[in-house]
């Protein structure tokens, strides 16, 4: 062990294997450590000038935050990554070697370690993504049991909140008593959790505004407080990156790429990186386009017109997140807020 400078663990919950591995890439130890505590305890004897190596997964930025804390380089890897390198079948001890070649593959960009807040913030978001596709998905129930007795409804919360009621309550609609008491319930769960789903939005609001980035952040057209915590949660570490383009691209908004020799082809959004960023940004850029005017003269707003007219609503949504995230970059690296293009006239009178 004493060779080693890179050390790679395959976290589980209580059993860990390790495999460490000297300056030449060569392996020279490994060991299955079965219980949190034995490994706690070895951790505390590495080295400090040893690196310790980790896929995503649940426990690891707790690991890594102990590393820290002591001296340690940890460096968790993207799991979809690490598996690329393994070799053989998938068990701990091939995981733990996968881990070890993804470490010296440059290309691999680990994943930043965030604080207690970072992953509490983090929480409320999953929790709140949570509810949302609950609610959902209760809603598509609720359409999909009334269409089976002939009953359509018009798509949209307010439509589902206003139509069920009045549709239980009306003696002439063709449905068993025991659906109108079922289909009462699950309208009543569904209303629940969109009360859920408004407390933690609130509270998602409320750090926001706290927050000084978070209200820079919000400067931009199509970032609103529910994607400016996000983005703080993810701890992207904008410097990792050498330019704003490889930052959107971190988050899945370029085009696939199938090129070969001297031929670029390039297909549809490659949908890679973290997918609920990525979808809060288009969500926000399409809440954007809804609300450019066809008569606008300002210079943003023509662009988003031109991108709409070539690319349609869903292209020019991704466009426009691409270039929301570009900003962003900027914005993560300074003090500066974003202020839009002013239109002709204005940039004459500022001369």
Known sequence: MSA??????????????VAGEDALGQVKYEERIKSREAFLAFLYKLPNTVTVLM????????WARILQAQGNLARILPAQRVAEHRSGAKNDRNDALAILRAGRDSLIIAVPIKTAAQLAMQAL????????????????????????????????ELALSRNVARILEDATQPLPESLRELIDEMLG?????????????ARLETAAREDETAKRLMTV????????????????EPER??????????????????????????GKMCKRGDAYLRSLAIQGAHAVLRQVRPDS????????????SRHGQKG???????????????????????????MGNQEAAVH
Not at 143 to 151: A, S
Not at 189 to 201: A, C, F, I, P, Q
Not at 317 to 331: F, K, P
């Open 189 to 201: 769960e569904w209303r629940h959790l969109g009360e859920r789903v408004n407390v933690l939005t």
């Open 125 to 156: 978001h999953r929790a709140r993504q949570g509810y949302v596709r609950r609610r959902t998905a209760m809603s598509n129930q609720i359409r999909g049991l009334l269409l089976e007795h002939g009953i359509a409804m018009a798509q949209g």
């Open 316 to 342: 020019a949504a991704v466009r426009l997140a691409n270039r929301n995230l570009r900003i962003v970059w900027v914005l993560l690296q300074n003090d500066q807020t974003y202020r839009r293009q002013p």
């Open 221 to 236: 057209r199509g970032i609103g407080p529910i994607i400016a915590t996000a983005l703080l949660a993810k701890q992207t």
């Open 241 to 266: 990156f050498p330019n704003a383009r490889l930052f959107a691209a971190y988050f899945g908004t370029v085009p696939e790429q199938n090129s070969s020799g001297n031929k670029t082809r390039l």
């Open 55 to 62: 896929e995503t997964g649940p426990g690891a930025q707790a």
């Open 4 to 17: 080693c400078t890179t050390v790679a663990v395959d976290l589980a919950k209580n059993v860990f294997q």
């Open 297 to 308: 003269e300002h210079p943003d707003d023509q662009r988003l017109q031109r991108w709409l």
